[in-house]
């Protein structure tokens, strides 16, 4: 297993078109988390699932984002309708048990134009 | 809620020692990671502590005083690849998310 894989690594997209990102966590994991980071902060958390149950959602993620794991495994992001506000690096993490360190994958980083 | 404090900026030399402290307030308390992230990378685990008292681990130590709120990362005989962001971070009581400090952007020069 080569860790948490994200894709696509960079997105640019038009003001007002929707994006999916992609998270493959690392395999035996079943807690699967997504971040939002922009430049000169730590990351802020956005949404956790443990397995395909989505159990958690900040306020931070609008009724323009959605998140979706179906079969416990890999999980994807959907942002509608971007905005400039959207432009940031989104990171996922997964991990084993609650007291386990989540690993992170590389991000997408999204600029919207 | 959760609240986290962390410098946003230190400078240290080649070789030397530096501690990069955080203070954080949360309604429970369920540990304390610290994370490295070297530029647009990601973020990497570093230690985490739920006990008072120091945990070392090489170069890098950590150090937790719950009573306090308070804690800090210790790196000894610093490197020039050690020049990276260390994230404080608190799990929420039901363990489903981190909630991370602003970060402190560690610069080591020759």
């Known amino acids: 297993d080569t860790g948490v894989s994200q894709n696509p690594r960079h997105k640019i997209t038009k003001r007002g078109q929707n994006v999916t990102f992609r998270c493959d966590p690392i395999?035996?994991?079943?807690?699967l988390y997504w971040y939002r980071q922009t430049l000169g902060q730590g990351p802020e958390f956005l949404t956790y699932?443990?397995?395909?149950?989505?159990?958690?959602k900040s306020r931070l993620l609008s009724d323009r984002f959605s998140a979706e794991r179906p079969k416990g495994s890999f999980s994807t992001l959907e942002i509608q309708r971007t905005e400039q506000g959207d432009s940031a690096m989104y990171l996922c993490a997964s991990s084993h048990t609650r007291e386990a360190e989540a690993f992170f994958g590389q991000g997408t980083r999204l600029t919207v134009v | 809620g959760q609240n986290i404090d962390q410098p946003t900026e230190m400078t240290a030399t080649e070789g030397a020692i530096v501690q990069i402290n955080c203070t954080y307030q949360?309604?429970?308390?369920?540990?304390l990671f610290w994370y490295q992230q070297h530029a647009g990378e990601a973020p990497t685990f570093l230690s985490y502590?739920?006990?008072?008292g120091l945990e070392e681990k090489g170069r890098f130590s950590s150090f937790l005083s719950r009573s306090k709120g308070y804690s800090y990362l210790l790196l000894k005989e610093l490197q020039m690849k050690d020049s990276a962001s260390y994230l404080c971070?608190?799990?929420?009581?039901?363990?489903?998310?981190?909630?991370f400090g602003g970060g402190t952007r560690l610069m080591v020069k020759p």
């Open positions: 699932f443990q397995n395909e149950a989505q159990l958690e």
């Open positions: 971070a608190v799990p929420n009581n039901a363990g489903n998310m981190l909630t």
């Open positions: 949360t309604s429970g308390f369920n540990g």
């Open positions: 395999s035996e994991h079943n807690r």
């Open positions: 502590n739920v006990l008072d």
